[in-house]
């Protein structure tokens, strides 16, 4: 029996989501940007909301969209600047609020809340999307960690 490409990826998404993972749509990222929007703001929205709203509040004028719109637009750029590792282990700071991007496991469980935000990190498995928004080349698996590739 010849195994194609198609059930190849169907396996490893089967399971990625079977221990864990989350399955993201490939509507939801933003190719000029390089980020699954959807699940980076239900991360940041989930771990930081205080943070999230006073950023909307203060840097955006109370306008949520325009504030997603701007803080994406900050990261990607931060990425390309100094990197995705350097940016999920050191986060980013918009309009002077600092930002934590992904919540690296505790070294002890004496801190409860810590090993809550570990676990509040989105691993998503995403299939069949497009990297280039002047392009119709999709990648065809990809694992994002908050919205981050």
Do not use: C
């Not at 396996?11 to 990222?29: D, F, M, P, Q």
């Not at 090993?115 to 002047?134: G, S």
């Amino acid at each position: 029996m010849a195994t194609t490409e198609l059930a190849f990826e169907d396996s490893v998404e089967k399971v990625l989501l079977a221990n864990g993972y989350l399955k993201s749509r490939s509507e939801n990222y933003d190719a000029t940007n390089g980020l699954d929007l959807f699940e980076l703001f239900a991360f940041i929205e989930a771990t930081q909301p205080k943070k999230w709203q006073a950023l909307v509040d203060r840097g955006y004028g109370a306008n949520a969209t325009e504030a997603k719109r701007g803080f994406a637009k900050r990261l990607a750029a931060e990425i390309d600047l100094r990197g995705t590792v350097d940016v999920l282990r050191h986060g980013v700071t918009d309009f002077g609020i600092a930002f934590d991007i992904a919540f690296f496991k505790p070294a002890h469980n004496l801190t409860p809340a810590l090993k809550d935000l570990y676990l509040a990190n989105r691993v998503t498995v995403t299939r069949q999307f497009k990297f280039d928004p002047n392009s119709e080349l999709s990648i065809d698996l990809a694992i994002l960690v908050n919205g981050i590739l």
